[in-house]
């Protein structure tokens, strides 16, 4: 692996930025040429001016071609030198000056072409920065500040742009060119800025460095401490903001404290590096105090912390300089280190840089004017320098580790100094205008390997980037005196930005856990505006011994490449990777690469046996020392698979010439069981054969590649192959490459079984191979069942003989592991067909297998023979079930029904299930299907064709009809076939049991499908045993319906009338809608439990017997959860009396839901029935008892009049019919279902109101809808008649008052009879007030039999007897008139 040039971002709009930056430039050099260009032509030009003007158009186009042609030779100009450039670490923002011009370039993401995220720098702002007259960008850095938040992981919070000018201010902007800061540090130019930023120590001794921004001045350096600008910046910023939001101006920022140092002793100062705190070891301070101060010089305990500079120039070349920290009093050899370096900070005067505040208005006038105060340096002599007299130094640049610096100068040199001895320890020449770059790699982990230190930490290496614009070459130098690793060309006007920093205000707490995402090094090509970071691998840094790895894994990289390449021809792959792998010398890295080339899948087998072959040679060549036992082992064993595969591989295309005599008569029977078995299979095969989607490379004939062979086998040290199972994919597709070839035939079945077994593959392994390919190609199976299950019966003798299989020590008395497996494939396959095939195939060669060892034995040994056999009977009908059961969980679910995935049953899957779990299984059949309950009752009872004859009659010419019938009686014969063969298990009540929880429970899941739980209570009805139907009964309750109950009764109790939808859904969980038919099933539900809890009562003398439950003796073997029957028969008895004291509450919630009656439920009963409701049904609760409060009564019969109201005004004349009984069909009909009112009159007599009134009022409500013939129905019933005839009269009186005055249209007649009634009766007429009718306009055959039967209820002693007479006869009179 060598260095590499990554592109990470591209710059957009770079022409824009150069127009910007270059515009008054070329401005100057256009309008320099048209002045050079008149003086030039300023001549007299008549003589031959007349000789060009047919050349006119020429000059124009040449003119034209001429600008075109300088318009790319201006862009490749390197106008990128002349700018000053800076980039930040985080590579989000680039600040491109000029002059008084900068352009600020942020990161943003946009989708190419190809649809790939990449990563951007675009113009974000541009404009003038100076404000001075005169002033110029001398420098520019870009700082990224860390966020302060907890949540950080390390990205920069925004980022600060510093920029120095020539004036000697330093200023600080945001992003959007926002300046925060402004101060005049020094009145000489800015020559450079350089920031350091905090570093994680990586080793104990390191002192711990604090964050600065150093600022050089041709005589000056100025730090500004780094914790101090932050929180300055950040308060800035804060305040700048708060400023644009309000509108205010902003309120000058205190001054910065800064510290000044006048570096002395050197002529010229063009670049600097601070280097930091450093202190020195005991040794050099003593040896520093002994040369300067002689034999009795005095040593301090302790070392002094000092701040090294490092400066570059001319006299002398390189300067070095010391500040001791802190205001203690030098010792003589502290003073040696730094020459009157006592430390005075310029900053402590608050009104560094400001104007005084105490001056008049004239003064402070006068002062604006002239430029801020600035504070003198104090002075900072040299300690020692590098002295070269010729040689001037240009810029200099700090490793990251801080001991190292390359520095660049007039001669073209590089120069790399040693910062802790103060010495050039190397040089290189030929790199004129060079730009240099540091970069320092961490080692991976993966190398740690191979290091005899591999518990230490990890190692860093550091690299030296030079880049010569003027021979445009990169180069890669390993430190301190390693060799080129690496060198790219690239074009001769780039710039290397190197930035030296990271995020500013990170310290030893906010950085643990941070990922740093920063770029050490980067290259900007301004013509493509590509931005591209240097890649460098570790072990480039390794020298000698450690070079030899370098080069291996070079190779390596070698070799990956050629097998990612497509267009490679076999023969160049095998000789290329034979090359590269005995050309490679370290052993782990040999095997790394022969795992590669095994690994991929475009090598084919025969390059990867002659490679391998080839390795392996040269390894045997070797001497013994010297090879590595797991390489050869390796290659030794992955040649055997190869060989292993490459030898199947054949015999699949060889002709199958055996005979299969030898195994006729194990077979003889086997077609019987196949024809008894055929109907079976061919319905299964019919239904399971559906279209389906599947991708390519899932299909079970992929042939299966060379790579996935071998890392699906593994060689053990004694010889044998062992297969690793991984996935159930990658199983099945090595059973079908070894095996399916000899279940068709068309491979020699021996050849391969000998083939594996020479292989060392035990008889294990491949019987669960076998079996799995079996089992996965079901279909392919079924198309041509004689042909497979002959060869499938070849196969099994065959891996029965061999050696391992069979233990020859098996007693025939026990059970045989080898068959066991065989049945405990088939137990656990869905696959219900070919795991039936395989199990009478599998029974017929061990039934083979035993007699062949009693005969050996010359004895008969009939217990053996049934013990082992007696499994495989008890097998097959277990499989033959399972097929019939599996056949009809296949049949397709019509359009539109909720359906669900197929549930996939097996013998193991139905025996975990329980007792309950076929039943179960067809219970989530019957939801799929939307079987009605009454059909499936006449299929359970064998009546399914009662209705048929009707049916075919109405539907001869109906094509699709008759399908649809033919698929209905086809599913009840499959139905019927599986309760046969589940006569116990699927026992009509158990069933029905089920089929009553499956619905509820998908009820549950979708409480708005009201549907689903009538259909649960309609199964629930049909359970003929009273002990089940109780406790399916109590169970429901308990589980599904008490909590949405009590939330409904709250709700409306809260309310006080029907809720509206919102509040049902918010407080019940469903819609209004569906809580009124949850209501009713809740009615319907307690009805049940009161009926079979008074069935079981009355019953309790002659005692009703429990029903016993029962299974298949096949399937006595199930191990799982208790049936729903079991568990029903397990419940307790309720208590009849709450159960008829919630029926109470459930039918006055439901018929408030219906009619939307204004009602608080729960306060039509006392405190006793409030406090029994919603508790436990199998409880004794104290339940009300004897009168009842007359309020109470009082609301309870308001509450049952309304009802009977809304009743008869929902009610349509239409269906007009008897009264049917009460509590039949309950919910589903509605408020227009004829049983509310007789359930009204049960209702009054429990809850002690008298029905009579309740009759009355109906009657009443009757005529006053007009419905007469019910109210007639209805009079026979009430026994008070007295008062209802005073009830009917006043209503009589209504009608003919709308008859006679409030008619719009009135007879002649009409009139003349209001003329001639009596005063009495006409008075009487008046006062009527025929509004308060429904229906006023009734015939007047109607109304005179109303008056019939009124006279006929009122006594002749009536106070109103007279007035009925009169009535009577003005409705006759009234009649006879309109008959006229």
């Known amino acids: 692996m060598s260095c590499s040039l990554f592109e990470f971002c591209r710059l957009q709009e770079l022409k824009t930025v150069r127009d910007f930056l270059f515009q008054n430039q070329s401005k100057e050099s256009v309008e320099e040429k048209n002045i050079t260009a008149e003086n030039e032509l300023s001549w007299d030009t008549s003589d031959w001016e007349s000789g060009w003007d047919n050349d006119e158009n020429k000059e124009e ?19 990128l030198q002349d700018c000053v450039v800076s980039l930040s670490p985080c590579a989000d923002l680039l600040v491109v000056a000029r002059e008084q011009k900068a352009a600020f370039l942020s990161a943003k993401w946009r989708t190419d072409d190809s649809g790939r995220e990449e990563m951007t720098l675009a113009v974000t702002w541009s404009g003038h920065l100076s404000t001075e007259e005169g002033e110029r960008v001398s420098s520019v850095i870009a700082i990224p500040l860390a966020s302060q938040k907890r949540s950080s992981t390390g990205r920069p919070d925004w980022t600060c742009i510093v920029v120095g000018f020539t004036s000697g201010y330093v200023r600080f902007y945001t992003e959007s060119g926002v300046l925060l800061l402004a101060q005049l540090l020094h009145v000489d130019p800015v020559l450079r800025l350089k920031c350091r930023t905090y570093e994680i120590p990586r080793h104990p001794g390191v002192t711990e460095q604090h964050e600065e921004l150093s600022i050089l001045y041709p005589a000056a350096l100025v730090t500004i401490d780094g914790f101090s600008l932050f929180q300055s910046l950040r308060a800035c910023r804060n305040q700048v903001a708060r400023a644009a939001a309000a509108g205010s101006d902003v309120v000058p920022p205190p001054p910065l404290a800064y510290k000044k140092w006048g570096l002395q002793e050197m002529d010229t100062i063009v670049d600097h590096s601070s280097v930091g705190v450093m202190t020195l070891c005991v040794f050099d301070q003593m040896k520093n105090a002994s040369i300067l101060g002689g034999f009795h010089a005095s040593v301090k305990g302790s070392p002094p912390a000092m701040s090294q500079f490092v400066t570059v120039g001319t006299g002398p070349y390189a300067g070095f300089y010391y500040a001791v920290e802190g205001n203690s009093q030098p010792l003589l050899s502290h003073v040696a280190l730094a020459v009157a370096s006592k430390l005075t900070s310029a900053l402590f005067n608050a009104a560094s840089g400001w104007l005084g505040w105490n001056k008049n208005k004239n003064e402070e006038e006068a002062a604006q004017k002239q430029k801020p105060k600035v504070e003198l ?20 640049c700090l490793s990251p580790c801080n001991t190292l610096a390359g520095v660049t100068d007039d001669f073209g040199r590089v120069t790399l100094l040693d910062l802790a001895r103060g010495a050039a320890i190397r040089m290189w020449k030929g790199y004129r205008d060079a730009q240099l770059g540091w970069l320092q790699v961490q080692e991976e982990r993966g190398d740690r390997e191979f290091s005899p230190s591999a518990s230490l930490p990890r190692r860093h290496a550091l690299f030296l980037i030079i880049y010569a614009p003027r021979r445009g070459i990169l180069e890669v130098w390993a430190m301190q005196r390693g060799p080129r690793v690496g060198a790219f060309t690239v074009g001769k006007h780039c710039r290397l930005l190197y930035a030296g920093y990271h995020l500013m205000g990170v310290n030893s707490v906010t950085s643990q856990g941070w990922q740093l995402h920063t770029q050490q090094v980067c290259l900007l090509d301004p013509t493509t505006g590509a931005l591209r970071t240097i890649n460098i691998p570790f072990h480039l840094a390794l020298s000698d011994k450690k070079n030899e790895r370098a080069r291996d894994m070079h190779l390596l990289k070698r070799l990956s490449a050629v097998l990612k390449s497509r267009d490679m021809d076999p023969v160049s792959l095998e000789r290329e990777a034979k090359s590269v792998l005995l050309e490679i010398k370290h052993p782990a890295i040999k095997k790394q690469a022969l795992e590669s080339l095994l690994s991929n899948r475009n090598a084919p087998v025969s390059c990867l046996t002659n490679v391998t072959s080839a390795l392996h040679d040269a390894l045997k060549q070797q001497d013994a020392d010297e090879v590595e036992a797991s390489l050869l082992q390796l290659c030794s064993s992955q040649l055997k698979l190869l060989q292993l595969y490459s030898d199947i591989q054949q015999l699949q295309s060889a002709a199958d010439t055996e005979a299969c005599s030898g195994n006729q008569d194990s077979l003889e029977g086997i077609e019987e069981e196949l024809s008894r078995v055929g109907p079976a299979l061919q319905r299964y095969a019919q239904l399971s054969s559906k279209p389906s989607v599947s ?134 396959s869905h696959n219900a067909a070919a795991a039936l095939l395989a199990a009478l195939v599998a029974h017929r060669a061990a039934k083979a297998s035993i007699t062949s060892r009693a005969d050996s034995k010359l004895q008969s040994e009939w217990e053996a023979v049934s013990l082992e056999l007696e499994q495989w009977v008890v097998c097959v009908r277990q499989l033959e079930d399972v097929l019939v059961l599996q056949t009809l969980l296949l049949v397709p679910s019509p359009q539109g029904t909720a359906g669900g995935a197929v549930v996939q049953c097996s013998i193991k899957t139905l025996q975990e299930g329980g007792t309950g779990g076929i039943a179960d299984s067809v219970s989530k059949w019957v939801f799929r299907q939307n079987m009605a309950p009454e059909r499936l009752k006449k299929i359970l009872l064998r009546k399914e064709t009662q209705d048929t004859g009707d049916q075919k009659e109405q539907k001869e010419d109906r094509e699709e009809a008759e399908k649809c019938q033919e698929e209905a009686d086809r599913t009840a014969e499959l139905l019927l076939a599986v309760c046969q063969r589940f006569p116990d298990s699927l026992s009509p ?18 409480p708005e499908e009201g549907q689903y739980l009538f259909i649960a209570v309609e199964h629930l009805k049909l359970i003929t045993s009273p002990h089940i139907q109780l406790g399916i009964s109590t169970m429901m309750w308990g589980t599904f319906f008490v909590k949405r109950f009590s939330a409904a009764a709250f709700l409306m109790e809260k309310v006080g009338k029907a809720p509206k939808d919102r509040l049902c859904r918010r407080d019940v969980g469903i819609g209004d809608k ?45 191990e799982g959860p208790a049936s729903i029957a079991e568990l029903a028969l397990e419940q307790k008895g309720v208590h009849y009396p709450l159960v008829q004291h919630h029926w109470l509450l459930a039918t006055l919630l439901h018929a408030a839901m219906s009619f939307s009656v204004k009602v608080k439920p729960l306060s039509l009963f006392d405190s006793k029935g409030k406090n029994a409701f919603f508790r436990d049904l199998t409880t004794i609760q104290l339940m009300p008892s004897g009168d009842m409060d007359p309020g109470l009564v009082s609301l309870r019969q308001e509450f049952l009049l309304r009802v009977l109201t809304g009743w008869v005004q929902a009610t349509d004349d239409a269906s007009c019919s008897s009264p049917a009984p009460a509590f039949t069909s309950l919910p589903s009909d509605g408020p227009k279902a004829n049983w509310w009112p007789s359930l009204c009159m049960d209702l009054g007599s429990l809850l002690q109101v008298n029905p009579d009134i309740l009759r009355r009022h109906l009657v009443c409500e009757l005529y006053n809808q007009g419905l007469d013939l019910r109210a007639e129905e209805a009079i ?35 009139m003349e009879l209001l003329a001639r009634l009596p005063p009495t009766l006409c008075t009487w007429l008046k006062a009527m007030d025929p509004s308060e009718l429904r229906c006023p306009l009734v015939s007047l055959s109607k109304t005179s039999r109303l008056v019939s039967h009124l006279i006929e209820m009122l006594p002749e002693n009536h106070a109103q007897y007279s007035l009925a007479l009169h009535l009577l006869e003005a409705v006759e009179v009234l009649s006879l008139s309109n008959e006229d």
Not at 377 to 396: K, Q, V
Not at 989 to 1004: M, S
Not at 1285 to 1305: K, P
Request: aromatic content about 8%.
């Open 61 to 79: 186009d040449s003119a034209s071609s001429t600008k075109a042609e300088e318009e790319p030779s201006r862009q490749s100009q390197p106008w």
């Open 377 to 396: 340096a104090t002075p900072l002599g040299i300690r020692f320098g590098l002295p070269d007299s010729r040689r001037h130094g240009e810029s200099i």
């Open 695 to 828: 991708f390519a490379q899932d299909s079970p004939d992929t042939p299966l590649s060379t790579q996935a062979f071998l890392t699906q086998l593994e060689c053990a040290e004694e010889g044998e192959v062992k297969v690793n199972r991984r996935s159930d994919a990658e199983w099945n597709q090595l059973g079908n490459f070894m095996f399916w070839g000899c279940l068709c035939g068309k491979s020699p079945t021996h050849k391969v079984c000998d083939t594996l077994q020479l292989a060392g593959i035990s008889p294990q392994q491949l019987l669960s191979l076998l079996m799995s390919v079996w089992l996965q190609r079901e279909k392919e199976v079924l198309q041509k069942p004689v042909e497979t299950v002959r060869n499938l019966h070849t196969l099994l003798i065959a891996l029965s003989n061999m050696d391992g299989a069979v233990e020859e020590s098996w007693d025939t008395q026990s059970v045989s592991p080898w068959w066991q497996q065989v049945r405990f494939t088939c137990i656990q």
């Open 989 to 1006: 009540d158990l069933l029905f049991a089920h089929c009553c929880w499956e619905y509820v429970v998908q009820w549950n899941k979708d």
């Open 1074 to 1118: 569906a809580m009124t038919s949850f209501l009713g099933c809740c009615v319907q539900l307690l009805q049940i439990l009161m009926e079979v809890t008074g069935l079981l009562a009355d019953s309790a003398m002659e005692e009703i017997p429990t029903p016993e439950l029962s299974v298949e003796e096949v399937w006595s073997g199930a």
């Open 1276 to 1310: 026979l019933q009430v026994e008070d008649k007295e008062v209802l005839g005073s009830h009917l009269l006043v209503l009589t009186g209504q009608r003919l008052s709308y008859s006679l005055l409030h008619n719009q249209n009135q007879t002649q007649a009409a």
